[in-house]
């Protein structure tokens, strides 16, 4: 890894630190499986009242991978998957100790905000693999980090958490929610006092499995039941139309119906206690006189499916359930009670941060695939390109690449390998004659093909590769050949894949100068004097279905040389790694009752720190 380029990197961020004395303060609010799609927001008042009705919802955001910590590594680097080359929240493909192995936690965003004059804090969930076994390896760049450890991240009645790698400390007597509110307002308070503007993500673990909610909220919502969308258990004759092993799926039985129903519910009350931080996060950024100073960002790192396409619970799919994202925005210039169509992806993210800590453009690492979004946020409504050639040349945020390594999962009906694949989905396109168009495209290990108009049918349950007429055969060469560059595409060909896509013969497979494209867009593209150049680039393939990225397996690339680099100029590449799993002798014992009554409502962090307990060495390692 070519450490000479991130020293560089950081220095140059360095000298945007001295013009900071009004920078805005950043609060990140940052949970975990949120759904969109099945109106989680509806059922958080204060999240409307405090977010909604005085930000902006962007909702077309959406997660490259969907999965847990492929999606965060993505995020701190600003970078698509096979560029990070942490693919799964397990090993082979990816946890806490490949993300150390890699060496991109000495590059990433806390670094980068750091070196720009911020404090930069992180509490709650990090990666999946951060545990008691190597709790000690904390992670890199933050002033302060306090992560939850596992094996106990998702044990809500049994919180233990370790604060800048020192040894892990169990909160007995509190709900991990409760913990984390009194725990971010405490650390609110040191950072508002500080000379320096700060950033803070706060990462709670709801509504994770197994979605165990606060106890004063267990009574809510008990009617309630998930959605029923058309894509909710279907039909034989609607199912027919997925591939690999989603096809296979039985349709849920009754049993199954109502735990979709039951998980459903645990998750909408336990994001009762999202919207208790939200509520306390404000008033306490309005008491201190910082909030009209200070982003609010509210997101998630994946989204989730109850019952869709047959599947009980879960993730990992390329579906919209599982990768459109709750994204909302309140700050300084980011108008309120808005909603915006604008596409954007979580690599998006550190760009904007940085860009708002007043760090040049020039001065960012030179290896972001993102683009900063500062400018949608404050012009939130504005309308999608009318024609080609109408939004700029060296930017196509309305083409984002998905993708995904690894099994089903275990919150699956069964595990199956045949679940790696790579997709494409076009948000608000130009296509023929200025129409605007949505697809989802997609490639999987299998080699089968989907394609969704995601405008007609936004359930995305009809195939439209399976029984093509002559114009859909052209639009599937056309999304093949963005599909192919995009899976290879590193920095500015990930923000604009046509760069890569001329018809000339002499720019074939090379980076095109910005503003000498032939081909800027879907509708340029559709044009049938380019169906030979189309028809000449070779489909995107796999050999096997394999659960981790394998450059040989993934062959063909566009261009092929770019096929061997994925991000490893940027990074090492730990072909093997060593993982730490937790093996202590003595389990720490959880709390024998339910946490998060009413009387904790407001729980002070002296009054859990007075009930708290440094684990022994028998329940470390």
Avoid at 63 to 84: E, I, W, Y
Avoid at 164 to 171: H, I, L, N, S
Avoid at 451 to 469: F, G, R, V, W
Wanted: net charge neutral.
């Amino acid at each position: 890894m070519s450490f000479s380029v991130a020293r560089l990197s950081l220095l140059a961020l360095a000298a945007a630190s001295q013009c900071l004395a009004k920078a805005p303060n950043i609060v990140f609010i940052f949970t975990d499986d949120q759904d969109l799609r099945h109106g989680s927001l509806d059922y958080m008042p204060i999240l409307q009242k405090e977010l909604l009705a005085k930000g902006t919802q962007f909702t077309n955001h959406f997660a490259t991978l969907a999965q847990c910590c492929p999606s965060r590594s993505s995020l701190f680097r600003g970078q698509a998957g096979h560029n990070t080359n942490v693919t799964n929240v397990k090993a082979p493909g990816g946890n806490y100790d490949k993300w150390v192995a890699s060496g991109q936690d000495k590059n990433y965003l806390p670094h980068w905000l750091v070196s720009a004059g911020y404090n930069a804090e992180y509490l709650g969930k990090f990666l999946n693999g951060y545990n008691i076994a190597n709790y000690a390896t904390k992670p890199k760049g933050w002033t302060h980090v306090d992560a939850t450890t596992d094996p106990y991240t998702y044990s809500y009645n049994n919180v233990v958490m370790s604060a800048d790698g020192q040894t892990p400390v169990a909160y007995h007597g509190f709900h991990q929610t409760d913990v984390l509110r009194a725990k971010a307002l405490d650390r609110i308070k040191y950072l508002s006092g500080q000379a320096k503007p700060f950033y803070i993500t706060i990462a709670p673990t709801t509504p994770h499995l197994p979605a165990v909610p606060l106890k004063r909220h267990q009574q809510l919502f008990l009617d309630q039941k998930a959605p029923r969308p058309a894509n909710f258990n279907p039909s034989d004759k609607i199912q027919a139309n997925a591939v690999s092993w989603v096809a296979d799926v039985p349709l849920m039985n009754t049993n199954q119906i109502n735990g979709v129903d039951d998980l459903f519910r645990k998750r909408i009350q336990g994001l009762q206690g999202v919207d208790e931080i939200i509520e306390d996060v404000v008033a306490l950024l309005t008491s201190l006189g910082i909030l009209d100073n200070t982003y609010i960002v509210y997101s998630t790192d994946n989204g989730y499916h109850l019952g869709n396409h047959r599947l009980p619970h879960g993730k990992t799919l390329p579906f919209r359930e599982d990768t459109n994202l709750p994204f909302i925005v309140r700050g300084p210039g980011v108008p309120a009670g808005k909603t915006s169509v604008q596409p954007s992806a979580h690599l998006d993210l550190a760009p904007t941060f940085l860009e708002i800590a007043g760090v040049a453009k020039a001065n960012w690492p030179t290896f972001l695939d993102g683009r900063s979004l500062l400018s949608n946020w404050k012009n939130p409504t504005a309308a999608p390109p009318a024609q080609c050639g109408a939004a700029a040349e060296d930017d196509a945020p309305e083409i984002l690449n998905v993708e995904f390594w690894g099994d089903s999962g275990s919150e699956a009906p069964v595990s199956d390998k045949r679940n790696t694949y790579k997709s494409l989905r076009i948000v608000s396109a130009t296509g023929e004659n200025g129409a605007v168009v949505s697809y989802l495209y997609s490639r999987w290990c299998t080699n089968q093909t989907e394609l969704y108009d995601t405008t007609a049918d936004p359930y995305e349950i009809n195939n439209l590769s399976l029984n093509p007429d002559a114009t859909t055969k052209r639009l599937l060469s056309r999304l093949n050949a963005l599909l192919l560059a995009t899976k290879s595409c590193a920095e500015v060909t990930c923000r604009n894949p046509w760069r890569l896509l001329q018809p000339e013969p002499e720019r074939r497979a090379i980076v095109a100068d910005a503003g000498t494209l032939t081909i800027s867009c879907l509708g340029d593209a559709l044009k049938p004097e380019y169906d030979d150049f189309f028809a000449s680039i070779p489909n995107v393939a796999f050999q096997e279905c394999e659960i981790v990225q394998l450059i040989a397996n993934e062959r063909p690339y566009w261009p092929e040389s770019l096929g061997g680099g994925l991000g490893l100029d940027y990074r090492d590449s730990p072909d093997t790694f060593v993982t730490h799993k937790p093996n202590a002798k003595t389990k720490v014992k959880g709390n024998a009752m339910q946490q998060g009554t009413a009387a904790q409502r407001n729980v002070t962090l002296d009054q859990i720190l007075a009930k708290a307990k440094t684990l022994t060495a028998d329940q470390l390692g």
